[in-house]
């Protein structure tokens, strides 16, 4: 029988999948181009969605072929293309090795709370929020556990190895600054990381069938699907090997019966029969409904940790708001209306409603200009990626995060589209300036800024000055990076709520000098 | 010993074979190559003309070759300006194809190892491949390095400095035998211009401390502890307006111009005039001068001038 095969199969296209998206988010390198990275990510569901409705085209239509697959399959996209599924499978793999008598037993859907997880969601999306889409699409949890914890640990790996290979003089692997690391926007990773190696270390995949939207999403589309996991009741000793091993605890051998609706099609039961009566058969049969569910304590335990643990996250949010800084000059503090979205999200309006903060842009962004935010954008924009000019600034020259972005938050740009797309507009606060407060040259802001939107003109004897043309700013935040003046910039970029278009700089043509004697 | 200390720190006590290589090249920081200037024939090479190939051939020539630079089996340290993530037709950074040559006449000249690096200001991997520089020293056999670390950067004393007392270097410059400064003449918004000891902020890790604390000063001060043994600016392509980044190409004017010398100061000086400057009109070079660490009076120096 080839469906004992099954099991090895989805191992090997679950690990394709898994390994691949982890690469991908850990490369800190920039190896992996673009269009290798579109294709990696084409199947993941969410952002396949919201891509499909950012730009209704063949290019997005992954969870189209999710769907089908799991018309005629089931919910093979949990075993095989979800990188937090195959994540929770290693860890109860672990978890079978540590806790050797570990088996898995038949338990009840929790209805009431996978219908509140997938129903939920929508609604700040009708108001235009995907906050919660954000904290419970799983491969963007997996994005960010990879993201903000693996990469991290990858560079480390990484500038060991570089500082032991530079004592030999070899300089062939170069270290990776990694200085950006912040408690506040890596909690809810690390909370989540917790909570997933819990959950599926005890429980297997009870995640994916009670809080996942997407689990339950495929859940009820299974219902109808052509293939089901079958047990066959003519054949059927109820030794109860198959249920020893269902991560889903989704068969019930007491009415011989599989809820498909949680089956992640793992294929772990089929092998273990001896009378080979649990696998896939075409369905047939006539549909009873029964009704099994009655509200039960672990329930209720389930929803009050839940509240807890949501509160908790929020009350911690709220306590590490921005301490001040201390200011000796008497600078003028920078207040900044809005944040900076990145070129191609087009308006605050349109990334933050399409953004599920995966953090594939953190990872691709050369210059790590682009930082998960914390509460930049306010609380429901929390993780979703913002430029932050203190980490450093935009390359003029780059446009990649509109190349990864599995979304269609940052729509692809074109080098020269990008080089007049405005994001945000220069600020200038003299009274702050070097050149004023101290009368040394500078020119910092200047030297760094590509179009001359900040040039310096002179000022008092030998000295130049910054002077703004904010038409010709692209918003990059080359000049507020670089501005030595602390805590409190002189020169900074205020985001544009709606990104404009910048005037393109021009100088003429300077003309060639002949010198036909040295001049000295 | 600041340098041992810090290995101490930064290595962990199980890596004593890393330690143990590291405090043997510690000899190199104090071996004494130096020629002495009177050696040279001239102060001061300017030519102008040709390609910046051609130029540099026959105005290393002219200064008795590579080879009283380079000795067998030295390493040397190559050091252009690579700021900038920008085409070389723009001029802001240093032109690949001299940087290629200079690294092709080290190696013949017998050098074991020549390195090239740069702290650069734009995202150092777009820099390096852009500029054509990483290019153009693989092709000549140099080791292009990354200059974005800062465990690579170690602590030093300037002695002679009013403002700027330390600042932290990068290794390969404390431990090469031959330092090869190659800067790129070009306008700056601050500095006024920048050549030879502007070009030097690509060897420190504090850098923007300079711009908060009177960057003219610090540029002229950090002159008086570090001397390359050679300097030659590129003149080629000149970045004449919003240096030193530069808008579009029409910035820049092709001047075919090159200056060779082993004193920073005289060389900003002349360059500056190439420029179309007086050397008074930037000021870390009255700076410098005042402070003793080369001349900017070039009526006094023996100045071999090459027209191809």
Known sequence: MFQKYLKLFRIFVSLVFVVSISLLFIDFRGIIPASVSDIIIYLQFIPSIIKFINILGFAAIGFLIIIILNLLFGRVYCSTVCPLGVLQDVISFMAKRIRKKKKYKFARAHNVLRYVFLILPLIPLIFGSIFLINLLDPYSNFGRISSDLLRPSAIGINNLVSILLEKLNIYSVHQVDYQHFKLTTTLFPIAFTGFIIWISFYHGRLFCNTVCPVGTLLGLLSRISILKIRINPSTCTKCGKCIAVCKANCINIKKLDVDFSRCIACYNCIKPCPEDAIKYQLDMRKKTKTREETIDTDKREFVAKSVIYALGLFGLTKLAKSQPANNEKKLIPVEKENPVSPPGSGSLRHYNNNCTACHLCVTACPTKVLQPSFLEFGFTGMMQPFMDYKTNYCNFECTICGDVCPTGAILPLTVEEKKLTQIGRVHFIMKNCIVYTDRTACGSCSEHCPTQAVSMVPYIEDLTIPFINPPTCVGCGACEYACPVEPHKAIYVEGNSIHQPAEKPYFEKLEVEDQEEFPF | ?308
């Not at chain 2, 101490?8 to 199980?14: E, L, Y």
């Not at chain 2, 700021?83 to 006449?105: F, K, M, Q, Y």
């Not at chain 2, 790129?184 to 920048?194: D, M, V, Y």
Request: hydrophobic fraction near 40%; glycine fraction near 8%.
């Open chain 2, 1 to 308: 010993m600041k340098r041992r200390e810090f290995i101490k720190k930064s290595v962990g006590a199980g890596v004593v074979a890393g330690t143990a290589i590291s405090v043997l090249n510690n000899e190199s920081l104090f071996a004494i190559n130096k020629y002495k200037s009177d050696d040279l024939p001239y102060d001061l090479v300017a030519i102008k003309g040709g390609g910046p190939e051609a130029m540099f051939d026959k105005a290393i020539a002219s200064l008795g070759g590579m080879s009283k630079f380079v000795r067998k089996n030295q390493t040397v340290v190559v050091k252009p300006n690579i700021g900038w993530d920008s085409t070389p037709e723009r001029a802001a950074n240093t032109n690949p194809n001299l940087v290629g040559r200079i690294v092709e006449h080290c190696i013949m000249a017998g050098a074991k190892d020549v390195y090239v690096v740069d702290h650069t200001c734009n995202e150092w991997t777009r820099c390096y491949r852009n500029s054509g520089i990483e290019d153009a020293v693989k092709k000549a056999g140099g080791k292009i390095v990354a200059g974005n670390s800062s465990g690579n950067y170690h602590p030093v004393e300037i002695k002679g400095g009013k403002v700027l007392k330390n600042a932290r270097v990068h290794e390969l410059i404390l431990e090469s035998d031959v330092f090869i400064n190659v800067p790129t003449l070009k306008s700056h918004g601050g500095a006024r211009l920048s050549i030879c000891m502007k070009n030097l902020m690509g060897i420190v890790w504090n850098r923007s401390w300079w711009h908060a604390n009177d960057l003219q000063q610090c540029i002229a001060d950090f002159s008086t502890y570090i001397k390359p043994d050679l300097n030659v600016v590129d003149a080629y392509r000149v970045l004449k307006r919003n240096g030193p980044r530069g808008v579009s190409v029409n910035d820049v004017v092709t001047m075919k111009y090159q200056v060779l010398g082993t004193d920073m100061v005289a060389a900003d000086a002349a360059s500056t005039k190439i420029f179309g400057l007086r050397p008074e009109e930037v000021r870390h070079i009255t700076l410098a001068h005042e402070l003793g660490s080369g001349t900017k009076n070039l009526d006094k120096l023996k100045i071999n001038r090459i027209t191809i």
